[in-house]
């Protein structure tokens, strides 16, 4: 992989995430609700990077189709993996693997490269772990597990971003101390939820309150 030491200074700080299928539709509103798309835009808000983008690269597709947003923030989805060829990357997030990974880090230039895990998948398999930087993890306690294994490489939680015009707090009354809508499979990282449940004051955890969160969460789960 054309992996560098030095930053191109005379370029603005580009990022990329690379995700391996994308909205069915891929019109502009398609994104506005997509976690690695808000994440990609929280990287330029804060300042680490003037550019960034969101690479759909799907095999399945036909044709290339890109959307701006604001000058700094492109979409791209893509059947080939040449569409970025000989450019260079301050940052590199990969979602997961899929097998077009590779030849696509091959044709760019990249100065550091993050592996982001799912579905409790916390190790590349596809990719060398030599050339990852970061793997970033949904809980605390994964750090260790990856640190014990690769000892070379940062383990970090990513705290993913929502859409705040859908998610915000609100000043009434709680029905619930905590929900968490997801089905109840391992993946599904229930393990904070129980943490989150053990933090609440003792008297809190025994209420009819947290009762109905645990009735609830099954019901959600059931959908």
Same mark, same amino acid.
């Given at each position: 992989?054309? =992996?560098?030491?030095?930053?191109?200074?005379?370029?603005?700080?580009?990022?990329?995430?690379?995700?391996?299928?994308?909205?069915?539709?891929?019109?502009?509103?398609?994104?506005?609700?997509?976690?690695?798309?808000?994440?990609?835009?929280?990287?330029?808000?804060?300042?680490?990077?003037?550019?960034?983008?969101?690479?759909?690269?799907?095999?399945?597709?036909?044709? $290339?189709?890109?959307?701006?947003?604001?000058?700094?923030?492109?979409?791209?989805?893509?059947?080939?993996?040449?569409?970025? $060829?000989?450019?260079?990357?301050?940052?590199?997030?990969? $979602?997961?693997?899929?097998?077009?990974?590779?030849?696509?880090?091959?044709?760019?230039?990249?100065?550091?490269?993050?592996?982001?895990?799912?579905?409790?998948?916390?190790?590349?398999?596809?990719?060398?772990?030599?050339?990852?930087?970061?793997?970033?993890?949904?809980?605390?306690?994964?750090?260790?597990?990856?640190?014990?294994?690769?000892?070379?490489?940062?383990?970090?939680?990513?705290? =993913?971003?929502?859409?705040?015009?859908?998610?915000?707090?609100?000043?009434?009354?709680?029905?619930?101390?905590?929900?968490?809508? &997801?089905?109840?499979?391992?993946?599904?990282?229930? &393990?904070?939820?129980?943490?989150?449940?053990?933090?609440?004051?003792?008297?809190?955890?025994?209420?009819?309150? *947290?009762?109905?969160?645990? *009735?609830?969460?099954?019901?959600?789960?059931?959908?």
């Amino acid at each position: 992989m054309p =992996k560098v030491t030095h930053s191109n200074s005379r370029q603005p700080r580009r990022m990329i995430i690379i995700r391996g299928s994308g909205p069915s539709d891929m019109l502009v509103e398609s994104f506005y609700h997509e976690t690695y798309f808000l994440l990609a835009k929280e990287f330029v808000k804060q300042g680490f990077f003037q550019e960034a983008v969101l690479l759909y690269l799907n095999s399945q597709t036909k044709k $290339r189709i890109k959307h701006k947003f604001d000058g700094s923030l492109q979409v791209v989805e893509s059947p080939d993996n040449n569409i970025f $060829r000989g450019q260079y990357f301050d940052f590199v997030i990969v $979602r997961g693997e899929f097998q077009e990974y590779p030849i696509f880090l091959n044709n760019i230039f990249f100065r550091q490269l993050a592996f982001c895990s799912i579905n409790q998948k916390l190790f590349p398999n596809i990719l060398n772990p030599r050339d990852i930087d970061i793997i970033y993890v949904s809980e605390k306690s994964e750090i260790k597990t990856v640190q014990k294994k690769y000892n070379w490489i940062k383990a970090r939680v990513l705290d =993913k971003p929502v859409d705040e015009s859908i998610f915000y707090p609100k000043r009434e009354k709680k029905k619930y101390d905590i929900c968490c809508v &997801a089905n109840f499979r391992p993946r599904k990282h229930h &393990a904070m939820l129980f943490e989150a449940i053990n933090r609440l004051p003792y008297h809190r955890r025994l209420d009819r309150k *947290s009762t109905r969160l645990n *009735s609830s969460h099954t019901d959600i789960s059931r959908m």
